[in-house]
């Protein structure tokens, strides 16, 4: 047994020792030049591509095993273009032989400098990367199978993580880039300007690290272009690789911006515990567009379910840093750029894929256009279960305090809310919503819901709870509930001349509603309005489904107006019904002019009415001067006569 073993050392000593002299005598007594075109034969016979080296090349064993090439390129495969599929400026490396047989890799600085990659996919889906192998046609057309199975991870395969310690004066890229040409499908991109250097890079030292690159995406239009720092830290001991002050300045143009992003920067720390796989950022600051982000951030257990822990504080965020602008370069509205359809069942994972816990705070943000000063929430979700509480904002002079939770109940989204909301000025608040100025006052509400359901639809249509709001202080713009009151009193008397155009606005002192809310209707029977005029009493139907509302009220007079209408046409205690109708964003006001007439005949019988109809139908008016208002008038009239 001793003697196999000697015999193997004999060998194993005879063969070392001829490949040492081979790599000190092979490069002293061949130059590699002067086999150039032969290279880059065979390299064409083994893999298909014409391999062109217009440069020197150096090639070294001992104590250096070393190459270095000069400019080189690699033409496309016939039917692209003429351009080189891939160039080279230059190559530099040297490592140290003998180290390698003590487990370390020592090298000089590795250069890199002018590699560019040109991969283009033409009109029928060839790829020149792949379409110079004999079997490139079917490489494109068929799908290559991938083995799902993977390897566990072993213990023997973490502490082999570092199987060679490096050792190497440093890296420097400069001038590199790739572009991808997607002929078929118009799409591509292109990364240019890629820069990198690094110092001494070392297990257990700091590295220092700077870099940049230019990108840019053809579909969308957007231009991307950045310059980073930091230093990298790998600690052995720990397995931890940590990045200190990652910090990053960058521009961003496009189409689809609707403001060119200049001055961006971002700063933050970074660990990564290869062990335990997971990432901590203990501190970062965003800017851009006067927006700005900091704080902090984990994620652990990523070998199992994440858990991710967050505390945010940010200032200025706007939704129109992420709206698409349309052809006309006005903000695309109410558009879906997630490809769901609201009637599909939601995807729910975010309740089970992962756990949260984490505090937001936001000062002077905009969202769906509505104006908050100050939001704090605090979230905690894990195992199909999310809980929002408290839910604390300012807005619009006013304070909401709510409670919201979310869970999975096997594959059913059930939505549970409480909210209350105090002192809301609803004016500025409705002109941010609908661009309209049709409503104000102070409102105070009290919500609590609950809902359940697969998709959006049946969110809405599942809803049930109960709502209380009381508005004070208010103004209906657009209805003048005093104006049209003495317009149906004038035309019962037949002053048809003293009828006015129905603008102006109604003044309240109060509004309240007590809702019930069931299969996503809204109702109320308790309506109430009270102003120094007018007082209004009925019920209100809201469907938020349709978006649509139908109320119907009866409208008592109070104070002067009162007076006036008694004294003028000599009635007692006028009521006017009024309904209400329509969608939400565009709703009818009318009163019921028949109701009062009505009321006429029943005072002063059909000669009142009779009198009325013919003094708008006389004679002496011809047809074609009739007013509409006549008009509408002597139709109601003929109706409602006996």
């Known amino acids: 047994?001793?003697?196999?073993?000697?015999?193997?050392?004999?060998?194993?000593?005879?063969?070392?020792?001829?490949?040492?002299?081979?790599?000190?005598?092979?490069?002293?007594?061949?130059?590699?030049?002067?086999?150039?075109?032969?290279?880059?034969?065979?390299?064409?016979?083994?893999?298909?591509?014409?391999?062109?080296?217009?440069?020197?090349?150096?090639?070294?064993?001992?104590?250096?095993?070393?190459?270095?090439?000069?400019?080189?390129?690699?033409?496309?495969?016939?039917?692209?273009?003429?351009?080189?599929?891939?160039?080279?400026?230059?190559?530099?490396?040297?490592?140290?032989?003998?180290?390698?047989?003590?487990?370390?890799?020592?090298?000089?600085?590795?250069?890199?400098?002018?590699?560019?990659?040109?991969?283009?996919?033409?009109?029928?889906?060839?790829?020149?990367?792949?379409?110079?192998?004999?079997?490139?046609?079917?490489?494109?057309?068929?799908?290559?199978?991938?083995?799902?199975?993977?390897?566990?991870?072993?213990?023997?395969?973490?502490?082999?993580?570092?199987?060679?310690?490096?050792?190497?004066?440093?890296?420097?890229?400069?001038?590199?880039?790739?572009?991808?040409?997607?002929?078929?499908?118009?799409?591509?991109?292109?990364?240019?300007?890629?820069?990198?250097?690094?110092?001494?890079?070392?297990?257990?030292?700091?590295?220092?690290?700077?870099?940049?690159?230019?990108?840019?995406?053809?579909?969308?239009?957007?231009?991307?272009?950045?310059?980073?720092?930091?230093?990298?830290?790998?600690?052995?001991?720990?397995?931890?690789?940590?990045?200190?002050?990652?910090?990053?300045?960058?521009?961003?143009?496009?189409?689809?911006?609707?403001?060119?992003?200049?001055?961006?920067?971002?700063?933050?720390?970074?660990?990564?515990?290869?062990?335990?796989?997971?990432?901590?950022?203990?501190?970062?600051?965003?800017?851009?567009?006067?927006?700005?982000?900091?704080?902090?951030?984990?994620?652990?257990?990523?070998?199992?379910?994440?858990?991710?822990?967050?505390?945010?504080?940010?200032?200025?965020?706007?939704?129109?840093?992420?709206?698409?602008?349309?052809?006309?370069?006005?903000?695309?509205?109410?558009?879906?750029?997630?490809?769901?359809?609201?009637?599909?069942?939601?995807?729910?994972?975010?309740?089970?894929?992962?756990?949260?816990?984490?505090?937001?705070?936001l000062y002077d943000t905009l969202i769906s256009d509505v104006t908050i000063d100050h939001l704090y929430l605090k979230i905690s979700s894990r195992n199909g279960r999310m809980d929002i509480s408290p839910f604390n904002a300012r807005l619009y002079q006013g304070e909401q305090t709510a409670e919201v939770s979310l869970e999975d109940l096997d594959g059913v989204l059930q939505i549970t809310a409480r909210q209350t909301l105090k002192d809301l000025q609803t004016g500025p608040l409705i002109t941010d919503i609908t661009q309209k100025k049709f409503f104000s006052g102070k409102a105070d509400m009290d919500l609590s819901l609950v809902t359940s359901g697969h998709n959006p639809d049946a969110l809405i249509a599942n809803l049930a709870g109960s709502s209380s709001v009381q508005i004070t202080d208010g103004v209906i713009k657009g209805i003048d509930l005093e104006r049209m009151i003495r317009d149906v009193f004038a035309v019962s008397a037949g002053e048809i001349n003293t009828l006015t155009q129905r603008q102006g606005e109604t003044e309240f002192t109060s509004l309240g509603a007590d809702f019930d809310i069931n299969q996503g209707i809204a109702s109320s029977q308790n309506l109430l309005l009270n102003s120094p005029a007018i007082k209004l009493q009925g019920d209100m139907v809201i469907n938020l489904l349709e978006s649509s509302m139908i109320s119907h009220s009866q409208v008592s007079l109070d104070g002067a107006l009162k007076q006036e209408i008694e004294a003028r046409h000599n009635t007692r205690d006028p009521r006017i019904p009024l309904r209400v109708h329509g969608p939400l964003d565009n709703l009818s006001f009318g009163l019921d002019n028949e109701a009062v007439l009505r009321s006429l005949i029943l005072r002063h019988g059909d000669g009142a009415a009779r009198k009325l109809l013919d003094a708008i139908t006389s004679p002496d008016e011809e047809p074609e001067t009739s007013e509409p208002q006549s008009d509408a008038l002597e139709g109601l009239l003929r109706r409602i006569m006996p």
Do not use: C
Request: net charge negative; charged share 20%.
């Open 1 to 361: 047994m001793f003697k196999v073993f000697k015999i193997a050392l004999m060998l194993a000593g005879i063969l070392l020792t001829i490949f040492i002299l081979a790599a000190i005598l092979i490069p002293m007594l061949i130059d590699v030049n002067d086999h150039k075109d032969r290279i880059s034969q065979e390299i064409e016979n083994v893999t298909g591509y014409q391999v062109v080296i217009d440069g020197d090349v150096e090639l070294s064993f001992v104590p250096w095993i070393g190459i270095g090439l000069g400019q080189t390129h690699v033409n496309n495969p016939p039917g692209f273009d003429d351009t080189p599929m891939a160039s080279l400026e230059q190559l530099q490396i040297r490592i140290k032989f003998w180290p390698l047989f003590a487990g370390r890799l020592e090298a000089e600085k590795i250069v890199l400098n002018g590699l560019n990659l040109d991969l283009i996919k033409d009109e029928n889906g060839r790829a020149n990367w792949l379409y110079a192998f004999d079997d490139a046609e079917k490489m494109v057309q068929e799908e290559i199978p991938l083995n799902d199975e993977l390897p566990a991870d072993t213990d023997e395969q973490t502490s082999g993580f570092f199987f060679l310690m490096p050792d190497i004066e440093g890296l420097a890229i400069s001038n590199a880039g790739i572009s991808y040409d997607d002929r078929q499908n118009n799409t591509g991109f292109s990364l240019s300007d890629f820069h990198l250097s690094t110092s001494r890079i070392a297990l257990d030292l700091p590295i220092s690290i700077e870099g940049g690159f230019n990108l840019k995406i053809n579909e969308p239009d957007l231009g991307f272009k950045n310059n980073f720092s930091t230093t990298m830290l790998l600690d052995t001991s720990s397995q931890v690789l940590s990045g200190q002050n990652f910090d990053m300045s960058f521009n961003i143009q496009g189409d689809i911006l609707p403001e060119d992003i200049t001055d961006g920067h971002i700063v933050f720390d970074v660990n990564y515990n290869l062990q335990e796989n997971s990432v901590q950022v203990p501190a970062f600051q965003f800017d851009m567009l006067k927006t700005e982000l900091m704080g902090h951030f984990g994620v652990s257990g990523m070998n199992s379910i994440p858990a991710v822990s967050f505390n945010i504080e940010g200032r200025n965020i706007t939704q129109n840093m992420f709206m698409v602008p349309t052809a006309s370069g006005t903000k695309a509205e109410n558009q879906d750029y997630s490809g769901d359809n609201k009637h599909s069942p939601m995807d729910l994972s975010f309740l089970n894929d992962f756990s949260l816990d984490g505090e937001l705070t």
